[in-house]
Each structure stands twice: as structure tokens, then as C-alpha cells.
């Protein structure tokens, strides 16, 4: 099943357009968690759900968990808006040449370690996400690879593998 976020083929202005506060993106990551309806309760397995308390989030309808588009994905426990961690990604993950996280941390307002704590997991979401090519290619820069630097450009390609 492709539970991806998939920013191919959007450029800035669409991505702008389609996701200009937290809500749109809640939406987005509910559209993908539960895709088709699909629903599998964390707490209970139980697959039947209905709509949950807060936005966007589905409560099973046998221990009633409510939970959020957000749990169990890579925005969980995120400490900001979940817009901010769109953009993250959409900036780091189709961009050329990638951007350092003092860039990021300046760009978006963020502490700097924060930037890279989060930039590691898109970088891990992106290798996890397997057999697809996510949005190009990815450069690495030497803040994440923790120790020696490593020649610039070091690219790590998501390439479909057949
Ligand atoms: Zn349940």
C-alpha cells in the first residue's frame, strides 16, 4: 500500500497553493493513512471506525481510541506545526541542492538541531519509502552524516529498484 507523502512533479507555487495552514495538511496525511477507508485500530486491531473528536482523526468504534492522522507517522510528536514539517520536506526533499539545516533553521524559524533531528527523518522516511523514486535526488550534507565530511554532493538517489 503507498502511504507516502508524494510531492513529485509539484513545484513550489502548487505546493503553496495546496497547503497554507496545518488543516490542509492534516487532511493530506489522514487522505494517506486511511486510504480507501482503510482503518486498523493501534490499540484494538479492530478495522471499523467513524469520525473522531478532534480534526481529522478517526475513532474505532470497538475501545473508541481516537486517533490522530498523526500517529504512528513521521509527524508524531513533531513539537511544530505540522505545516512547518510540510514544508521541510517539500524544501529538502525537492530541492537540487540540498539545504543545510542552519539554511533551514533560518528559513522557517527553528532551532537548529531541531531542523536536523527532523531532516534525519526524512532522510530516513525517503530510504524507508523503498522502491520508489520520491522526488529526485538527495543531497547530503555533511551535517548528517555525524563526523567526517564527506565529499560535497554526496547524492543518495531514491531510484526505483526493479
Ligand atoms: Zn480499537
Not at 507516502?4 to 513545484?11: H, M, P
Not at 490522530?68 to 508524531?76: I, R, V
Not at 532551532?111 to 520520491?134: D, E, H, P
Request: a positive charge.
Amino acid at each position: 500500500m503507498d502511504k507516502k507523502l508524494d510531492f513529485r512533479g509539484v513545484n513550489e507555487i502548487e505546493f503553496h497553493k495546496r497547503f497554507k495552514g496545518d488543516e490542509d495538511c492534516y487532511q493530506y496525511v489522514a487522505k494517506i493513512k486511511w486510504k480507501d477507508g482503510n482503518f486498523l485500530c493501534k490499540k484494538c486491531g479492530h478495522k471499523k471506525m467513524c469520525k473522531g473528536k478532534k480534526p481529522f482523526s478517526r475513532r474505532c468504534m470497538k475501545c473508541k481510541y481516537d486517533e490522530s492522522p498523526t500517529a504512528g507517522t513521521m509527524f508524531d510528536k513533531v513539537k511544530f506545526p505540522l505545516l512547518i514539517a510540510f514544508h521541510l520536506i517539500f524544501k529538502i526533499s525537492s530541492r537540487k541542492k540540498g539545504m543545510s539545516t542552519l539554511e533551514l533553521s533560518r528559513e522557517f524559524g527553528l532551532r537548529q538541531v531541531t531542523c536536523w533531528k527532523f531532516k534525519q527523518k526524512i532522510q530516513q522516511a525517503m530510504s524507508s519509502a523503498g522502491n520508489y523514486k520520491l522526488a529526485g535526488e538527495v543531497h547530503v550534507d555533511e551535517c548528517l552524516i555525524g563526523g567526517g565530511k564527506k565529499k560535497e554532493n554526496e547524492v543518495v538517489v531514491m531510484e526505483r529498484k526493479n
